[in-house]
């Protein structure tokens, strides 16, 4: 079995395939990697090379491999944090959304994998965790308790991007299987199944995750990236008039998203400031290099600093508005800090240390 759809992940394919073709396989597997790099995709299409009836498995064609692919194999049971019909329909490339809704799966779903019965009509029975850190506590400790006393012919496979949030006596019971970021040619291959555009662009700013750029182009990521740039030139009128008139659409994480792409940009103008070159957006700085920033490299430097507090805050319901404005907050001149403090929930921090203590509190 080759698994040819599984584009760039050429050790976890190797890995799978040995397993699928020797039939010697572990009861519980741990497929881990970044976020949309394949991962699901890869379970769905190993289940199938494991219980497809035709000639080449996977074949994509028999009732075997179509009950799969719709899930509506009785052998195959999938738990995710998501209601499974909101799983997207076609799953010739699947990757999921990274749990927007805030769910989890809870110890209800993983008691239901329970049963003393063994596969209805495939050699196995396979329960995939999809999201498997969004197993609450509580059902991470089923899920062991399960595993302890294992069903027969059964064989668990957690799907995780964030396997340090699962219990280490469950990530140790599990026969890990590692994927990895697409290189720059695997990338383009599937962005161009994807019909994206900008594929360079958005293979940098995803590091090579097709799910991630996906998202990233849903967005508009390629013009967000323009506007970032005229903040850093010191014309932030039109950025902020955009930003207060689609504030209120956005979800946390769009601006998750938009602000680890300005991030990125706010790295390389600092990295043109300090006489390098642009690590991850080389086009948007042009040949002569610098495209008119003005900004000082500590201001640049603040900004990219609270980040990570803002990510975290962001985590616990900070409002969105108030997270985009501790931000802008070093990166803009004074009168346009005295006009928006108004606009904001929260006091202005007035630096680096401010934004944490605001942040965190
Ligand atoms: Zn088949």
Redesign the pocket.
Known sequence: MTFRRLVGQERARRVLSRLARTRQIPATLMFEGPPGVGKALALWVWV?GL????NE??????????AVQNLRHPDFVVLTPEPLERLPGDTSLRPFPYNPSGNRISVEAVRETRTAQGPVSAPLRVVGILNAEEMTLEAQNAFLKTLEEPPSRTVFVMVTSRPEMVLPTLRSRAFPVRFSFLSREAFVQVARTLNLPGREALFRASGGSPGLARELDALGILQDRERILTVLRGNPDAFLGWMLEEIPRWKTRDLELRLMVWGQILLDAWMILNGSRPRLHPDLFGESGGAGVVLAPHHLMQAMERLPFIERALVRNLPLLDAMMAFLEPLLPQDFRDTLTGLRRSPVPDDGLGVVSLLDG
């Open positions: 199938q219980f497809c009836t035709g498995p996977p074949c994509g064609q028999c009732r075997a491999c179509q």
